[in-house]
């Protein structure tokens, strides 16, 4: 996927928020969705199940704007956390130019937020793609909780964040966090452009 | 009146970026050393860009090298306004003395002598005035001298003989630089990306955006609650982007979560965009500095990236180049060529290709071989029959059977003949031009060219030959420079892969004076002895030459002179001559009988053609075909005595 596209003067970012099943990653779309003015966001798209669980993947088109002269787009994704839909995955997961991976910061998930990371190493491996070359922060959601019942932020980056990217602490459902994970994301990815990783 | 320095304005309070960098480093070479290095420097720029700061800069730093330098400043209405008022008062010559006894003239704003004809003539005579005396004189206008209306063209020329030099619009960082600098003098500070926040936006004039910065200044001074980047971007100007959004309807926290969002994208995409900017501001600076000509780079500046401008980069710099080996090709064909504004416009290779095509065709072919030898004319004998077959072999595939072949004989053997066959044979079967000389010649053209200094031409036109032939390379014996030069050729004609073919009539092993590396070049090819002729050979000549000048054949005759105990064809053809002479004094056939008695017996006297000649020598009859084959009939030993003696 083009990032840059100077002869049509586009700049399209494409972002997937990747993570457990019921980590939040729907929730942090639909906050995003809900806070852009209507001229500037596209349809959303969600393919949920009966019981409000994502079956096949949401999409988030943002239109930004003209910047410096760029059409600049914005292109969030969600996958379907849970495990059996791991063709799913592998496919929003094609042409990714950065992943939010949002953790479930509850104890008990403990074991779904390292087997999700593992398999989204997995699935950026079979592609092609090092993870470590790709933009990558780490969000954990859930962090109005009980304390009693999550783990802190510093926890979680022990557990999660070894190669100490850039973390958020956030609570989705309420939209703590949620900008600033895509402002970290974007600012990831966008540096990439002087890098000329991904001309057209 | 001559206005004061603002003493705000000087070089340290100046922001340097990618767009004033050219000018700034020309304004402070003026300011070191007035009058000498670009005289008159003219700068211009749009309106707000720093050309007023850029000059009294000069005044400031040149002061304050020199404080016994007298520095005026005024712009050009001042300088209007005070030549009016002296010509009323009667004072004109005492203002222009004034004016000339200036060590540095600045002037600012001289674009307003559009139609201001006596003010031109005034202008043109100060500014010779100060150049004939190394002062130093900068002007400032907000376009190029030859975009001011109704300039006089002689001050378009003075102007263009300083450097004349513009200032662009600041990038992002630039721009960011200034707002940070600006808000320190002002002892404002701002939260974290709000400056970038404002630098984002297109604001290519600096007053405008000191003008912004003070808006935020205003706003921050009344506002409890420190100004987020969105907002300062709706304050410096770039209000419609919030303005996009809907109007807000109690949710304001929940709009201004996108806004900031958007703010700061637009702030790292700018960042990133401009980056490339930056890149191609940078080139401009490189390429102008030397010398080529950066509208292309400076079009894609302007625009908003239509394209992907690390291409075009890559694109320019390889038709620079591309320039820069045509000039250097140029300049070796016609050193007239160096240095030539063809080879500085890359939007024009068609022209520097057509520039140095016209080198390559007015450069002088070297010297041809002389057309009437022929290899098919030669006969060929046991004795020359090594040679000749060489020669074929060579003609059949030049520089791929020996290479060089070094042909050595006795003087009047045939090793001339023989390389001008050779070398006609090699012109017919080439497609470049066939170099064919003597050594003597060689020297000639080099001593000549050193003469006229152009030695790198002269190489060029010996470089251009698909084959090189050199009669005689026994005689750069002792000449230096003409073994270097040879030596030199040497190597470029054996690695391009040309043919060369050498004679000597000495043996290589014994041409001590010539030196061991050109030596032994030469006998790494093909050495190859031309033997005196044997008797075959020698009647064939006589045959061929009686064919030639009587036009019948005496068998007789031709077997007599052919018998003759000579050592070269030259000394056949000197036989010949002089039988046919007195054959032609006699008025009879030449026979054998009179061919005995000229080699052999008394030899009739020919008539004198002039009492008065003294000497005896007669040119041989048919004329002087060529120098070297030259037969002077000599009356008797005892005139020839007696011409000696003289």
Known sequence: MSLVNFTAREITCKIVYYGPGRSGKTTNLQYVYGRVPESRRGRMVSLATQTDRTLFFDFLPLELGSISGFTTKFQLYTVPGQSYYNATRKLVLQGADGVVFVADSQARRFDDNLESLQNLQDNLLAQGVDIRQLPVVFQYNKQDLPRDLILTPEEMDDALNFRAVQSFSADALHGSGVFETLKGISEQVLKRLAAGSAVA | MTATLNPLYRFDTLVVGAANRLAFTAAKAVAESPGTVYNPLFIYARPGLGKTHLLMGIGHAARAINPRLTVEYLTLDEFVESFHAAVAAGQGEAYRRRFSDVDLLLVDDVQFLTHRREMQAELLRLSDALQTTNRQIVLTSDRPPAEIEALDERLIRRFAGGLVIDIAAPDYETRVAILRRKADERRASFGEGVLEAVGSLVIDNVRELLGALNRLVAFQAVSDTPLQPAQARALAGGAELVAEQPPKTGNAARVDEFSDFLSEVSATVAQQVDSWRTKVAAAILRWEGEGFSTARLEALLQQEMTTDPEQVLRQFESDVRRLQALHAEASDLAPSLAGSSAFRDPEDIAGAETVTQRAREGAHPP????????????FESPGNRMALQAARAIAGEPA???????????????????????????????????????AHEFTGELIEAIDRDAVPAWRARYRGAAAFLLDDVHLVAEKDRTQDELFVLFNFLIESGRQMVFTSAVPLAEMKSVEGRLRTRL????????PAPEREVRQQVVERSLQAKVGTVDPELAAYVGSRPVESIRAVHGLLQRILNAAEAQGSPPTVTLAREVLEGSQPKPPRKSSTRSSGVVAPAGGIKSREKIVWDWPDVGDRIVEEWR
């Open chain 2, 367 to 378: 010297p041809a071989p002389l057309p009437i030898w022929r290899l098919d004319d030669l």
């Open chain 2, 400 to 438: 791929h059977r020996y290479n060089p072949l070094v042909i050595v004989g006795a003087s009047g053997v045939g090793k001339t003949h023989l390389l001008h066959a050779l070398g006609n044979a090699l012109a017919a079967r080439l497609k470049g031009p066939v170099g064919c000389l003597s």
């Open chain 2, 523 to 530: 006998e790494g090819g093909l050495v190859v002895d031309l």
